[in-house]
């Protein structure tokens, strides 16, 4: 048990093995620093934590006696122990956050206007907090040119950058491919890359994110917005089944970017550029935008709700003839509610009725972090990119499980549907066209369905072959849980609306339940846990930010 | 929420009133004879120098340089927008009339620029919050008060609209008054000053 | 078919149509007319663009025309405009009200003469008080039996009725329903069903502030209902009929009301002041307090309408005013100097009428600029504890005058007398309390400890 005094206030630390910043933290108190960040070694070369520390005695009289160090240190660099004493307030400490600051921004070139970063940018932050406003520079500052290449999705603005070396030692020791590193020396001093050797890695754009000022920017997101403008929810990628936590930014219902999101139970505090990016889709204007009824007479549009009624009363009339031939197919991507909701509309036309998990899209082998020099994968793993492309199969497949143990496979509708042993099927919340993408084969096997009901994001073979287009939601406009390879639920939140006119994948299946209501994730969650079992840590209703994990989930098959 | 304390309070005694004053219809009286001899004085010209009114259409007023009107969009010594797209006064905006998409600017010396910028003058309460947020002195309001359209897509001054404003007010040498002047390098010397030179003697 | 029947059927709707349109034109140009006079007061020149150009150049010589086409423009305006009925509303209310509050103000003037109509003859028989013979005052009564005609044709009497009655048809006659006995009842009656036009008005909105105005409102026009009352109720004791040309008529034989009771002429003026809702008791309206007051949800035409029905109110309460105090179309050494009935003399009374209409028109618009709008307490005070007491006691006058057939010219002093009476006892009477004072706080709610705050001993005014 060791306690640490920060600013005269004492905190128990445990046996944790931290440095003053982390246990300034714990007190309350920040303690500004650039180089330093939890998941990269320390160097110690931005000295923007520097702090007093001291040691606090007690003698056999009971006699507290505090002995401070003569000269500030660096506080990520400084191990605490029990008894220490941090002061970041006092003259000494906070004179040398000022002349640190002052000497950062001696060539940096204030272009906050123009700078993405402006808004979240550290360099601001800490001016603001810890700074002096005026400088005494009176030369001419460096601006060396920019390098807006310096790979296929990070721009680096030269002059902006404050030599933390954040980035070059996160390609050295996360993703491992080691492209960048400083060059020149002193006040000339940049970061670059080798002739021939772009920053192309697939964990590329974390770098954007790990840099404290606005010098590295993401090619994706220049211009674009000015953060202050940016909503922002906590959600789960659905790229892989890794699903990293993410922060979803959107203004007026347009997704502007996602950055990740730190949770030690999912993925830590980076993700790929694959996820990154993967949110184009949900902002396409080719996007299904309209509920359509194809019959006899050709294309319709209807309201959502004349949809849901026509979807409801075509399978019962199915079901109620031959359940047997009634098919659900689930998608792997649907969240734990919507299968719910879905599962139970299914159940309620008759427990006959056959429930099939859809595609689950698989690209390559799992590819970790970091490589060794050869490009080879090394240990320790410290990223993990799924090959199976599926955000939420365990959760799903913990829903059908439930109600059907015995359950065909996606092959095995398809060949059915073909050989015309299948009336009228549900295929229902499509995939991200990066994670899945229908083959003309499949639409063609619906095409001797009499009632094929077909929900998805685009336009695709097997909307081409519906009776009803159902348009789906993108995973920004849904609030559910979501079950990673590992069993952990997390919960991901709303953050845009759907288009004007269309409803939520799991407002569609309320509605076809014909229960009244909006989808409300947390009560379902608890209407889910106290009805399956492998569920029951979802009771909780509320996931936190890290979720919650669901053992059984995971062993299932 | 505590009383205010008696010596912080400036308490106001009513006038005393003398006995015709309470009676009232003395008072009255007085009022009319004022209220008359204003009218008469109107009417028969006697009161012409109390007049304050201005013909409008035929006697245009001049504002002075720091009233709020249209805005403009300056431009730099080369005649380029000299907005950096920075946003700040969509931002700062209260009424949200600014819309703003940025750009990677195709000028060498800049990096930022404003691929649209449109100003919706309908929503505008010209509040000259615009102004004061602008960190490169681009946007300014103007002295053109009387703005009429035929159609609300008129009153969305597009950024070449606005580039016009500023051509027109520095051809009329009615520049507005510099928000922040000084110490602000390049961005602050009086608009057009590479242009025409002369235009900024007005301000 | 007995075309001649007709005729008098064909003068009256020409009559309606005349006195309407001019009514209507008038309230045109009296919006003009305010505005004009407002600016004058307020040492402006008041609307002068609008003319009859029509945007035509060779119709230059009309292009300004002193602002006169200004009505007109307001007019196509009104018309013009959208006629928006929120949904909120209660519609045939909402739609009913404007036509009650224009519709009221002008059947006032179905009883009005507005230029010299003489007096229709009466049917009367005036016999002495039984018992009191000596007294030698005569009581009016109208013959209500075939035995009472009887009598009447054996005295002669009826001849005389007749041959008058014969000479008053063929009379010109500047009114529309002349000679009707009930006139100032029917005023009365119909003046009582504008605050209908209000109240409907503001609760049909179905609008807090809408509803605040016309319960004000309402509370305001029947407060002011009970002075006006008393002030014209002395005029009927002294004439002995409620028909306005026999008011006017016997104003031109003794001379004008206005001259025996100021006190109820300056009763009158206040109360119709408060009736047509104008400044200074335009509380209805009080665009400070409640946007718009009843009027609120009412846009275009059916706004126009309470507008008009305001300045309809304002003109027939005026031709009343004239009517009742100022002696109508008589002015002294008139009839002498030009005759009776000639055309000239009919012209000259016609304008003398309207002139002294004009007159009071002007002094409401004067009014308005001049005094400042009363707090609704205040406005409740003046009528209930001002205006009441000084009409009971100037009918009081009136009373023992027509009870004792004293000279009417005693009611002059006395009116003078209770006037300075109770305005000096007014002045003398413990004054509200001006140290209350309204506690200003932050925020919108008072805080609980109080509205108002006294102020303390020790605190010095300044």
Redesign the interface.
């Known amino acids: 048990m060791a306690t640490v005094y920060v600013n005269d206030k004492a905190v128990d630390i445990g046996d944790e093995r931290l440095n003053c910043i982390q246990a300034a933290e714990r007190a309350g108190v920040t303690i500004p620093h650039y180089c330093w960040h939890a998941a990269l070694s320390v160097v110690a070369s931005c000295r923007m934590c520097l702090v007093e520390v001291g040691e606090r005695k007690v003698d056999e009289k009971g006699q507290v006696a505090i002995a401070m160090q003569p000269k500030v240190v660096p506080g990520c660099q400084t191990p605490v122990k029990d008894g220490m004493v941090i002061r970041t307030a006092d003259a000494k400490a906070k004179d040398a956050q000022e002349r640190t600051l002052e000497s950062i921004l001696l060539n940096h070139p204030l272009?906050?206007?123009?700078c993405d970063k402006?808004g979240e940018c550290l360099l601001q932050d800490f001016s603001f907090q810890f700074g002096k406003a005026e400088s005494r520079m009176v030369d001419e500052k460096n601006t060396p040119p920019?390098k807006p290449d310096l790979g296929p999705n990070v721009g680096l603005?030269t002059d902006r950058c404050i030599m933390c070396s954040r980035c070059v030692r996160f390609t050295r020791e996360v993703s491992g491919t080691a492209e960048l590193h400083v060059v020149n020396r002193g006040s000339h001093s940049e970061i670059d890359v080798f002739e021939g050797h772009p920053l192309a890695n697939k964990l590329a754009t974390n770098v954007v994110d790990l840099c404290p000022v606005g010098a590295l920017s993401s090619k994706d997101f220049?211009?674009?917005q000015?953060v202050?403008?940016l909503k922002t929810v906590n959600s789960v990628c659905s790229g892989c089944s890794t699903g990293c936590s993410i922060l979803v930014d959107s203004n007026k219902d347009i997704v502007y970017r996602l950055r990740p999101r730190f949770n030690p139970r999912a993925q830590g505090h980076f993700m790929c550029d694959e996820g990154r990016l993967g949110y184009h889709h949900v902002n396409d204007s080719a996007r299904l935008g309209q509920y359509l009824v194809r019959g006899e007479q050709g294309t319709k549009a209807v309201e959502w709700a004349q949809a849901a009624g026509l979807c409801r009363e075509k399978l019962a009339a199915e079901a109620s003839k031959d359940p047997g031939r009634v098919w659900f197919v689930f998608s792997p991507s649907m969240t734990v509610e919507e299968a719910w909701l879905l599962a139970n509309f299914a159940q309620k036309l008759s427990p006959f009725v056959k429930l099939v998990m859809g595609p689950v899209g698989v690209v390559g082998e799992d590819d970790t972090y970091p490589k060794d020099r050869k490009g080879r994968p090394a240990q320790p793993v410290k990223f993990t990119i799924r090959a199976e492309k599926a955000a939420n199969l365990r959760g799903v497949r913990g829903i059908l499980n439930h109600f059907q143990k015995d359950r065909a496979t996606y092959q095995q509708f398809l060949a059915a549907a073909k050989s015309g042993q299948v009336d009228a099927c549900l295929i229902a919340a499509g995939q991200s066209p990066q994670v899945y993408k229908p083959s003309v084969e499949e639409g063609d096997a619906l095409s001797a369905v009499r009632f094929v009901a077909v929900q998805q994001l685009f336009s695709s073979p097997l909307t081409d072959r519906a009776h009803l287009v159902i348009p789906a939601s993108a995973f920004s406009e849904i609030e559910g849980t979501l079950v990673n390879h590992a069993g952990l639920a997390q919960a991901t939140k709303a953050a845009c609306a759907p288009s004007r006119g269309l409803r939520t994948d799991g407002q569609f299946f309320l509605e076809l339940l014909e229960r009244k209501g909006l989808v409300h994730a947390a009560n379902l969650r608890k209407e889910i846990a106290k009805a399956v079992p492998a569920f029951k840590p979802l009771e909780v209703g509320d996931l936190g930010e890290y979720g919650v994990f669901c053992e059984k989930l995971k062993e299932q098959s | 929420m505590s009383q205010a304390k008696p010596q912080k309070v400036k308490w106001v005694k009513p006038p005393k009133l003398g006995l015709l004053e309470q009676m009232y219809f003395p008072t009255v009286i007085s009022g009319m004879a004022t209220t008359l001899k204003h009218m008469v004085g109107t009417l028969t010209g006697t009161g012409d120098k109390n007049i304050q009114v201005q013909s409008y259409p035929e006697e245009r007023p001049t504002l002075p340089p720091h009233y709020r009107g249209v805005h403009r969009l300056n431009r730099d010594p080369e005649g380029r927008v000299k907005c950096v797209a920075c946003y700040m006064c969509s931002t700062a905006c209260p009424a949200h009339c600014i819309d703003i998409v940025a750009a990677p600017s195709p000028w060498p010396d800049r990096e930022k620029y404003p691929e649209t910028f449109v100003i919706d003058e309908l929503r505008c309460i010209y509040c000259g919050m615009c102004e004061q947020a602008c960190p490169v002195d681009a946007i300014e309001l103007t002295t053109i008060f009387d703005l009429t359209g035929m159609s609300r897509e008129e009153m969305m001054f597009d950024k070449e609209k606005l580039l016009s404003v500023f051509d027109k007010t520095v051809a009329a040498g009615t520049d507005p008054v510099r928000t922040q002047p000084g110490r602000l390098g390049v961005a602050s010397l009086p608009a057009g000053a590479g242009l025409t030179g002369s235009s900024s003697a007005q301000s | 078919m007995d075309w001649n029947a007709l005729i008098p059927l064909l003068v009256t709707l020409i009559t309606i149509a005349v006195i309407l349109g001019g009514v209507l034109g008038g309230v045109a140009y009296l919006t003009l007319l305010e505005r004009k006079v407002s600016a004058w007061v307020q040492d402006r020149y008041g609307p002068n663009r609008v003319g009859f150009d029509f945007g035509q150049s060779w119709l230059w010589f009309l292009r300004k025309a002193w602002g006169l086409g200004q009505p007109l423009a307001d007019g196509v305006k009104f018309l013009l405009k959208e006629d928006v009925i929120p949904g909120h509303v209660d519609k045939v209310f909402y739609l009913l009200a404007p036509m009650i509050a224009m519709g009221t103000a002008l059947f006032a003037m179905g009883v009005v003469s507005i230029g010299d109509t003489p007096a229709p003859p009466a049917l009367v028989m005036s016999k002495p008080i039984a018992g009191q013979e000596k007294s030698g005052i005569n009581v009016l009564t109208f013959p209500t039996s075939i035995e009472d005609v009887k009598r009447l044709e054996r005295s002669g009497e009826l001849k005389g009725y007749v041959d008058q009655n014969e000479a008053y048809q063929k009379r010109w006659k500047f009114s529309i329903n002349p000679g009707a006995d009930i006139g100032f009842l029917f005023i009365f009656a119909v003046g009582s069903l504008a605050v209908y036009g209000i109240v409907l008005g503001g609760w049909s909105s179905n609008n807090k502030y809408s509803l605040l105005g016309s319960l004000r409102s309402s509370a305001q026009m029947i407060s002011y209902e009970i002075p006006m009352g008393l002030s014209i109720v002395g005029v009927l004791i002294l004439v002995g009929s409620l028909n306005l040309e026999r008011i006017v008529d016997w104003q031109a034989r003794n001379g004008w009301l206005a001259f025996y009771q100021p006190t109820a002429l300056l009763l009158f003026l206040t109360a119709i002041f408060a009736e047509c809702n104008r400044l200074p008791f335009d509380l209805p309206e009080c665009e400070q307090e409640l946007v718009g007051g009843y009027h609120t949800e009412y846009s275009a035409m059916k706004f126009a309408m309470f507008f008009l029905g305001e300045y309809t109110h304002m003109i027939t309460t005026s031709f009343l005013t004239v009517a009742l105090f100022l002696g109508g179309w008589h002015l002294p050494g008139l009839e002498a100097f030009l005759g009776a009935d000639s055309y000239i003399a009919l012209a000259a009374k016609l304008g003398l009428f309207m002139a002294k209409v004009g007159g009071v028109v002007m002094l409401f618009m004067m009014i308005r600029w001049t005094i400042l709008r009363f707090k609704f307490n205040q406005l409740m005070n003046l009528a209930w504890k001002g205006m009441m007491p000084l009409g009971v006691l100037s009918l009081l006058g009136s009373m023992v005058v027509g009870q004792f057939g004293l000279s009417p010219w005693l009611l002059l002093p006395w009116s003078l007398a209770i006037l300075l009476l109770v305005t000096a006892l007014g002045a003398f009477l413990p004054a509200e309390d001006t140290k209350v004072h309204f506690k200003v706080t932050r925020g919108r709610a008072p805080s609980a400890s109080g509205v108002v705050v006294r102020r303390p001993a020790g605190a010095e005014a300044v």
């Open positions: 272009d906050c206007p123009v402006a920019n603005f220049l211009y674009s000015r202050w403008n």
